[in-house]
């Protein structure tokens, strides 16, 4: 045993370690990112024998992991909540791969959106696939499930989910780490049948599948993370909580006299023996769930019942945003705790902003005054720091959507008969999905112009390096057919502003697509090469 | 009962607010202490408002979050940002916060009606951090006199801090160290401590 003070997101990655991980894939997303750096950074130490690396986005690392797993090797996939989306053909496809190396996809959602667009719910696409999935409430749970998880996908031979949330992923807490297990040797899947998803295979692969589900449910009605306990002396309220609303609850307990029979999931499927027995035992069951209703829609089915079931649906518990221990609280019908009265002043918000200095501030002012001169235009935004180009002082982009869709939507928008039509998009951004877009847009010479913002890193998530170097992309644009003379490069520096405005000027008139790349790196990450350097001296 | 204390650090992205939860929860840990620090991280680093729960206790601890009223301290790395997480603190709590604003932001009210509204809260201490920092020798060290400030609260000894301090930037020099070291105690001294 030893004790490590760590994240939830690295004691995640400490248990697939342990496990016996071979390779690790991923791309990164707030809150999921720390899990990959982590395992990189232990990659790097002399005799870890791991591989681990971001790919282009997370399908063509959810695809490299399940060729890690036919090659008979265990493999982690990591993700941001949104990113099992772009995943989700590989994912959902793997479910009826016979895995033969372990195969687990850790997936960290954003209940409350603190860094992201939507709050989906992961549980939803475990049994959208019908696997496994598991859901932590603690830094030791992210841990031991990790390494539980590697064994169940081997003993069953399917893809296994753990879903962290923010505030599990980004919290500071000791852990206490067991022994190592060995990695694993090198052996192809042995029968190709199971790998292969043409029709005449497939039907059988998913009759073995849909056979598995009552093992899946063996499994988690006697899982000790589905823990039941049942207190004979409370008859009107029974509490079912799963993921960090157990500890939400728990921090609620001492005033609830008395102690409701409580049932806490942390595997899924449901354990419906579990989930009938605790609503028997009293008049009312409260489900108190982080992310959607997900236990609760399956209660409640359609048919009306003669169960008394709170929980999202019906408003007793908040159901838009974060659970924390004060509104699951007042679900608990507990009155507020006596707390100090705001200040008697009004404060003003603090968004977050564009960093002093930002390339993208100077691409942002350049773009407006050649739109402004242009008489205006419409202009689409992607997922990444340029996001912030969306408050003041820039108010510079009208759309945010998903990753790659400001190409896209660009072309669209364009098609649709809007003029000097601008998508703003990154340079890590551009290679995980935009460059699709592109290529629809080259096909038709749709009058548009793509600025691909290109500061060197992926920045929003703390400054990975992009996975092709900054002179690649150019070449990528060109390969892509872009007519060469509409590819512009500038320096977005407040002191080219009026011949950065002119560039801009001319490539949106041009009647056709153009692209134009503001190539200079991310202050932050340049600031930190220098304090690296700074140090080595 | 355990002994425990519950701590709202606050601050704007970039001003360190989690290495100042980093040093305490060092010292806590090397004393036997639980502890859970609950980070931002992300779009909200930019330059936003930041907000960090930090637990210590010698029993088990089940949320990563504070409940509103639960806080027995607020420690702010700017005065505004210290009066917008109120509601967490116990009507009793301590509401500690550096006096220099960070004025990002357009309609940043005037600072002397932010700091009378600090001075107005019971058990408030308003400590001239940036000050204090350039005595110890650098305005860098500004958060290890609000780490000093806030030591007083502490269930922890500060021997132990002293110790994490060190440990924390023993690589960057003997310089670093002793200023670091400084700015602690004198931070201590503002916050009421005679020693």
Request: aromatic share 4%; proline share 11%; hydrophobic share 30%.
């Given at each position: 045993m030893q004790e490590v003070l760590v994240l939830g997101d690295e004691a995640l990655a400490l248990g697939a370690v342990d496990a016996g991980l071979s390779v690790a894939y991923g791309y990164p997303g707030?809150?999921?990112?720390e899990i990959m750096e982590y395992l990189i950074h232990y990659s790097g130490s002399a005799d870890s024998g791991l591989i681990a690396r971001w790919c282009t986005n997370e399908k063509t690392a959810c695809e490299g992991a399940i060729g890690v797993s036919f090659g008979g090797k265990k493999a982690l996939v990591t993700m941001k909540h949104v990113g099992l989306n772009v995943a989700s053909d590989a994912f959902m496809n793997s479910a009826l791969m016979k895995i033969h190396g372990g195969l687990v996809i850790a997936v960290a959602d954003d209940p409350g959106m603190h860094s992201s667009q939507n709050e989906q719910d992961s549980r939803f696409f475990a049994d959208f696939a019908k696997v496994p999935c598991f859901e932590p409430k603690s830094h030791q749970e992210a841990y031991d499930m990790a390494i539980e998880a590697f064994r169940i996908s081997e003993l069953f031979h399917v893809p296994v989910i753990i879903k962290l949330v923010t505030r599990l992923s980004h919290s500071r807490a000791v852990i206490n780490r067991g022994g190592s297990a060995g990695r694993k040797t090198l052996g192809k899947a042995p029968d190709r049948k199971g790998w292969m998803a043409i029709p005449a295979l497939s039907r059988g692969n998913w009759e073995n599948h849909l056979i598995l589900q009552k093992d899946f449910l063996e499994y988690s009605e006697k899982s000790r993370f589905n823990p039941l306990t049942i207190n004979p002396e409370n008859k009107d309220i029974a509490v079912i909580t799963t993921g960090l609303a157990g500890n939400y609850y728990m921090e609620n307990?001492?005033?609830?006299?008395?102690?409701p029979s409580h049932l806490h999931i942390g595997v899924y499927p449901i354990p419906e023996e579990k989930v009938r027995k605790l609503c028997e035992s009293a008049e009312k069951t409260i489900v108190i769930e982080e992310g959607y209703p997900f236990v609760e829609r399956f209660m409640r089915g359609i048919l009306p019942g003669s169960w008394n079931i709170d929980g999202k649906m019906n408003s007793v518990v908040t159901p838009a945003g974060e659970l924390d221990p004060d509104n699951v609280r007042k679900a608990l019908a507990l009155p507020p705790r006596a707390a100090r009265k705001a200040a008697d002043i009004s404060l003003p918000g603090r968004p977050p902003q564009l960093c002093a200095g930002c390339p993208h501030g100077d691409s942002f002012n350049a773009l407006n005054e050649a739109l402004e001169k242009l008489g205006g235009g419409t202009v689409t935004s992607d997922i990444g720091c340029y996001a912030l180009g969306a408050y003041p002082p820039y108010n510079a982009v009208e759309t945010i959507l998903c990753m790659g869709a400001s190409v896209g939507m660009a072309r669209g928008a364009s098609e649709s008969g809007l003029k000097n039509v601008v998508a703003t998009i990154g340079d890590s951004t551009f290679l995980h999905s935009g460059i699709t877009g592109l290529i629809d847009a080259v096909s038709t010479d749709t009058p548009m112009t793509l600025i691909i913002l290109d500061n060197s890193t992926t920045a929003m998530t703390g400054g990975q390096d992009t996975i092709l170097s900054s002179s690649r992309i150019k070449q990528i644009v060109l390969g892509c057919g872009v007519d060469p003379d509409h590819l512009k490069e500038f320096i977005p520096l407040p002191k080219n502003h009026e011949k950065n405005v002119k560039i801009l000027m001319d490539e949106i008139s041009h009647p056709g697509l153009s692209v134009v790349i503001p190539l200079r790196e991310c202050i932050q990450t340049l600031r930190q090469k220098k304090s690296r350097s700074a140090e080595k001296v | 009962m355990a002994e425990k204390i519950d701590i709202i650090l606050s601050g704007v992205g970039g001003q360190g607010v989690l290495s100042v939860g980093a040093i305490v929860s060092m010292a806590a840990m090397k004393e036997g202490f639980k502890v859970r620090q609950s980070e931002v991280h992300g779009m909200a680093q930019r330059g936003g408002a930041v907000l960090a729960h930090l637990r210590i206790s010698s029993g088990v601890i089940e949320s990563d979050l504070i409940p509103r009223g639960g806080a027995d301290v607020v420690l702010s790395m700017e005065p505004l940002e210290s009066l917008r997480y109120l509601e967490y603190l116990k009507p009793d709590g301590a509401l500690i916060t550096a006096?220099?604003?960070?004025?990002?932001?357009?309609?940043?009210?005037?600072i002397n009606k932010i700091h009378q509204a600090v001075e107005a809260q019971p058990f408030s201490l308003l400590i001239d951090a940036k000050n204090l920092a350039k005595e110890a020798?650098?305005?860098?060290?500004v958060n290890m006199v609000l780490v000093g400030a806030l030591s007083l609260k502490l269930p922890v000894k500060p021997e132990s801090i002293e110790n994490a301090v060190r440990d924390k930037f023993t690589s960057k020099g003997e310089e670093v160290v002793s200023c670091n070291l400084k700015a602690f105690s004198l931070g201590r001294r503002a916050g009421g401590g005679n020693d």
């Open positions: 707030t809150p999921s990112t307990l001492s005033d609830l006299s008395p102690v | 006096k220099e604003a960070v004025e990002n932001i357009s309609d940043y009210p005037d020798g650098a305005v860098r060290a």
